[in-house]
């Protein structure tokens, strides 16, 4: 259960990877002048980062093999090639990550760690070509429609189309099915998951233009249904979910009243149960139409989904945030909040029509402050959701210990709500929470107020930089303080939750695994 990134990466002692208890973790500084923003206008001042004088050509893995050194680096990324050496110096993993890759198909390596990175886009300057591909008719290879995309003038290598055999499927009788009905004004889909749905939900729908795709995230697996409409309907998309038999339907209101005969050519993908991780990020504009002040640097924005999409994020999954910075795109995974701690006020609809996050501005940052000066009414894209976190880690769990700092405290947010609404097993839940200083304390009245409404909930918070008044806890993560948090009954079940900085959680998890908790009693929550 223990949510990181499994060797051979990110290399050991990456600022990227959780270290083994006792290990020390080597930070990775970058030179001043080597921010992603510097990064950006580098790639547009005009520079020869290829070596190749603006030309294109087809790379032999042979050829490949050669640029194998820190400088002279090409790694291979869904069959295009890019000479990343003059990036090594401001990759925030580090040198030694990028090395790794050096002279091979970085692929699986890349998607272990960065699969939610627009590396087109910030590669783009960097491309060599494309990879030259051997026939191999023991695979089965799907080629692209036309209008496929294309990266400066070449056309993306077809995707191949494996059987995801690697992770077996559940049993046969737990595969989602579905059905369709039509009246004379609407069309409906009827998706019946075979498994209770959580009251956060599963359901995610976007129907964009003709194209209408549903995705049931269901734990660890997604089950996708994908067609091209045979008839025109309107902008709009109904869902309702009945959580204790797990049922959804969406439905579609039609442009005219006429009787369909088949639902549509299926697309891609369709009628496919495989593992989330395996599904491909799916991204859909949405339109900023709050903000709300949290605390001196931190807002919640609101933004709504269009017309016809319906997103329904399960507790301890994160989506994708996507703007461009600069005519460059920029990424970074946000886990979504409610509207306050214990928001019970939206209905279904309102939920699936809006997403809330929660973002500290950093001055010196690059998409941060873009985001907070964005006027209301602007665009910004959400893609997912994603994460490895199920219901399933709290089954049987009678004891829930949460370890945040800073806006680590997101995805607690959520299920601290799951935990007290949806979990009468669990009878205790207990949050420590590190900041600073008492500003920055996120959704602090929030906390003090449940914690004297709810009895299975308790709060403490731990600042690093006190005021001399401050009567609470003081300093940093130590063996002390968790030894007094996590209580160990007879007869109980626990899971510790853990999320912040990349120091924090390191230091986090050693000590958590030095009071004998297992690695099935911690989860780490990683975006």
């Given at each position: 259960?223990?949510?990181?990134?499994?060797?051979?990466?990110?290399?050991?002692?990456?600022?990227?990877?959780?270290?083994?208890?006792?290990?020390?973790?080597?930070?990775?500084?970058?030179?001043?002048?080597?921010?992603?923003?510097?990064?950006?206008?580098?790639?547009?001042?005009?520079?020869?980062?290829?070596?190749?004088?603006?030309?294109?050509?087809?790379?032999?893995?042979?050829?490949?093999?050669?640029?194998?050194?820190?400088?002279?680096?090409?790694?291979?990324?869904?069959?295009?090639?890019?000479?990343?050496?003059?990036?090594?110096?401001?990759?925030?993993?580090?040198?030694?990550?990028?090395?790794?890759?050096?002279?091979?198909?970085?692929?699986?390596?890349?998607?272990?760690?960065?699969?939610?990175?627009?590396?087109?886009?910030?590669?783009?300057?960097?491309?060599?070509?494309?990879?030259?591909?051997?026939?191999?008719?023991?695979?089965?290879?799907?080629?692209?429609?036309?209008?496929?995309?294309?990266?400066?003038?070449?056309?993306?290598?077809?995707?191949?189309?494996?059987?995801?055999?690697?992770?077996?499927?559940?049993?046969?009788?737990?595969?989602?099915?579905?059905?369709?009905?039509?009246?004379?004004?609407?069309?409906?889909?009827?998706?019946?998951?075979?498994?209770?749905?959580?009251?956060?939900?599963?359901?995610?729908?976007?129907?964009?233009?003709?194209?209408?795709?549903?995705?049931?995230?269901?734990?660890?697996?997604?089950?996708?249904?994908?067609?091209?409409?045979?008839?025109?309907?309107?902008?709009?998309?109904?869902?309702?979910?009945?959580?204790?038999?797990?049922?959804?339907?969406?439905?579609?209101?039609?442009?005219?009243?006429?009787?369909?005969?088949?639902?549509?050519?299926?697309?891609?993908?369709?009628?496919?149960?495989?593992?989330?991780?395996?599904?491909?990020?799916?991204?859909?504009?949405?339109?900023?139409?709050?903000?709300?002040?949290?605390?001196?640097?931190?807002?919640?924005?609101?933004?709504?989904?269009?017309?016809?999409?319906?997103?329904?994020?399960?507790?301890?999954?994160?989506?994708?945030?996507?703007?461009?910075?600069?005519?460059?795109?920029?990424?970074?995974?946000?886990?979504?909040?409610?509207?306050?701690?214990?928001?019970?006020?939206?209905?279904?609809?309102?939920?699936?029509?809006?997403?809330?996050?929660?973002?500290?501005?950093?001055?010196?940052g690059l998409l941060t402050p873009h985001i907070?000066?964005?006027?209301?009414?602007?665009?910004?894209?959400?893609?997912?959701?994603?994460?490895?976190?199920?219901?399933?880690?709290?089954?049987?769990?009678?004891?829930?210990?949460?370890?945040?700092?800073?806006?680590?405290?997101?995805?607690?947010?959520?299920?601290?709500?799951?935990?007290?609404?949806?979990?009468?097993?669990?009878?205790?839940?207990?949050?420590?929470?590190?900041?600073?200083?008492?500003?920055?304390?996120?959704?602090?009245?929030?906390?003090?107020?449940?914690?004297?409404?709810?009895?299975?909930?308790?709060?403490?918070?731990?600042?690093?930089?006190?005021?001399?008044?401050?009567e609470g806890r003081k300093g940093r993560i130590?063996?002390?303080?968790?030894?007094?948090?996590?209580?160990?009954?007879?007869?109980?079940?626990?899971?510790?939750?853990?999320?912040?900085?990349?120091?924090?959680?390191?230091?986090?998890?050693?000590?958590?695994?030095?009071?004998?908790?297992?690695?099935?009693?911690?989860?780490?929550?990683?975006?």
């Open positions: 259960m223990l949510n990181v990134p499994p060797q051979p990466f990110p290399a050991t002692g990456s600022q990227q990877r959780v270290a083994p208890a006792g290990q020390s973790r080597n930070k990775v500084a970058l030179k001043p002048g080597h921010s992603l923003l510097d990064w950006i206008r580098l790639t547009k001042s005009g520079r020869d980062l290829t070596g190749l004088k603006g030309h294109l050509i087809e790379v032999t893995e042979e050829e490949l093999k050669k640029h194998n050194t820190r400088d002279d680096c090409w790694t291979c990324i869904r069959g295009m090639v890019y000479n990343v050496s003059a990036y090594m110096d401001f990759h925030p993993g580090g040198e030694a990550e990028l090395i790794r890759a050096a002279g091979i198909d970085s692929t699986d390596l890349f998607d272990q760690v960065h699969r939610w990175v627009n590396y087109e886009s910030m590669l783009k300057e960097c491309l060599v070509g494309r990879m030259a591909t051997k026939p191999n008719p023991a695979l089965q290879v799907e080629t692209e429609k036309p209008g496929s995309t294309h990266l400066n003038g070449l056309s993306v290598p077809p995707p191949m189309r494996f059987e995801f055999s690697a992770a077996p499927l559940p049993v046969k009788d737990h595969r989602p099915r579905y059905d369709w009905f039509q009246t004379d004004a609407t069309v409906n889909f009827v998706v019946y998951t075979k498994r209770k749905i959580p009251s956060s939900g599963c359901a995610v729908v976007d129907l964009q233009n003709d194209t209408l795709r549903v995705e049931m995230l269901l734990g660890k697996m997604s089950y996708l249904l994908h067609w091209r409409l045979s008839s025109e309907v309107q902008e709009s998309v109904d869902v309702q979910t009945a959580h204790s038999v797990g049922k959804v339907q969406v439905c579609l209101h039609k442009s005219v009243k006429t009787k369909w005969t088949q639902v549509g050519q299926p697309l891609e993908h369709h009628d496919s149960f495989i593992q989330c991780k395996d599904r491909g990020l799916f991204y859909r504009e949405c339109v900023l139409v709050s903000k709300t002040e949290v605390t001196h640097n931190t807002q919640v924005l609101c933004l709504q989904l269009p017309a016809g999409s319906y997103v329904q994020v399960p507790v301890g999954r994160h989506v994708y945030l996507k703007t461009s910075v600069q005519d460059t795109d920029v990424v970074k995974p946000y886990t979504p909040v409610d509207q306050t701690l214990m928001s019970s006020t939206q209905s279904s609809a309102e939920m699936g029509s809006y997403i809330h996050l929660m973002i500290k501005v950093y001055p010196d907070a000066n964005l006027p209301i009414g602007a665009s910004l894209s959400i893609g997912g959701p994603e994460g490895s976190f199920t219901l399933r880690f709290l089954r049987d769990v009678t004891h829930l210990y949460l370890l945040a700092a800073g806006t680590g405290f997101t995805p607690m947010a959520r299920l601290i709500h799951l935990a007290l609404q949806d979990f009468t097993s669990i009878r205790k839940t207990k949050l420590m929470f590190f900041n600073r200083q008492e500003r920055d304390i996120l959704w602090h009245s929030q906390l003090d107020e449940l914690c004297t409404k709810e009895e299975r909930f308790e709060v403490e918070y731990v600042l690093s930089e006190p005021v001399d008044s401050w130590d063996a002390e303080k968790l030894q007094d948090l996590l209580e160990r009954p007879d007869n109980s079940k626990y899971l510790v939750c853990v999320c912040g900085p990349a120091g924090f959680t390191e230091q986090a998890v050693q000590k958590v695994r030095q009071l004998d908790f297992s690695e099935e009693e911690i989860h780490v929550f990683q975006g």
